[in-house]
């Protein structure tokens, strides 16, 4: 059955229940000259829906996977040589599962490349369905303030399901932070630039979830171990040669 006549059958079904209570017979014929003006109405409002043609969904920008973004490092938390011959970064989110699984995969790559590999930790919360995602942004930002970025950011994603503010500051006190100043500055102007700067890189790089990664400004698609190894050996390989 169609939306069409699924509206009209709920229409003729609902009509006879609103009269069930012993209406008198001139009451029905009434109701029954109402249905009628109705379902003309529904006639008119589906031929005008059927003269639009079929309704599409809006389609998604679509990603070239060998185009090279320019992201700048600014301000970011890394890890590695800061003059490293191949720089990933990621866009990531706090209380993304998928983002704290590709942590663990990230830090082992790093390992595996300590001198060839730099790593830059970039925000992008997505508030439209994680609600304490941008707080914890700010929370990790905060701790680089005191020196303690990574310390906060694997004890936030190794608590990802309990990230409200009041965890946020237990987690500070945990890590060795002064807890007042570390609050303090959750809330501090320049911290909140920051994780706003950051999205705003993300959307002109056509981020639009998490976590997305790039190898040298090109996005990876393949976030296996082999996928990493394979653009990384590859880079190192090029710049060999030139």
């Known amino acids: ?132 995602a941008m707080d914890a942004s700010k929370a990790a930002l905060a701790a680089a303030k005191q020196g303690k970025f990574w310390e906060m950011h694997d004890h936030l994603f190794a608590n990802n399901r309990a990230l409200q503010k009041d965890k946020l500051s237990e987690y500070a006190k945990a890590i060795g932070l002064d807890v007042a100043k570390f609050e303090a500055d959750m809330n501090a102007p320049d911290v909140q630039a920051q994780v706003q700067e950051e999205m705003r890189q993300a959307s002109n790089a056509q981020v639009t979830g998490t976590p997305t990664i790039f190898v040298n400004g090109k996005r990876l698609m393949n976030r296996s171990p082999e996928g990493f190894h394979a653009a990384i050996d590859q880079i190192l390989k090029e710049k060999k040669a030139g």
């Open 1 to 132: 059955m169609n939306a069409s006549a699924i509206r009209r059958a709920v229409l003729l079904s609902a009509l006879p229940f609103l009269a069930a209570c012993g209406p008198k017979g001139e009451d029905v014929q009434e109701i029954r000259k109402q249905q009628t003006l109705i379902l003309a109405k529904l006639n008119d409002l589906e031929k005008k829906i059927d003269q639009m043609g079929p309704r599409q969904p809006p389609a998604r920008p679509e990603v070239d996977p060998n185009k090279v973004y320019d992201i700048p490092a600014g301000s970011s938390p890394f890890k590695g040589p800061a003059n490293a011959p191949v720089i990933i970064t990621e866009f990531s989110d706090f209380q993304c599962p998928f983002c704290s699984q590709a942590a663990g995969l990230l830090e082992q790559v790093v390992k595996d490349y300590p001198k060839d590999v730099k790593f830059i930790y970039k925000q992008f919360p997505l508030t439209s369905i994680h609600p304490f």
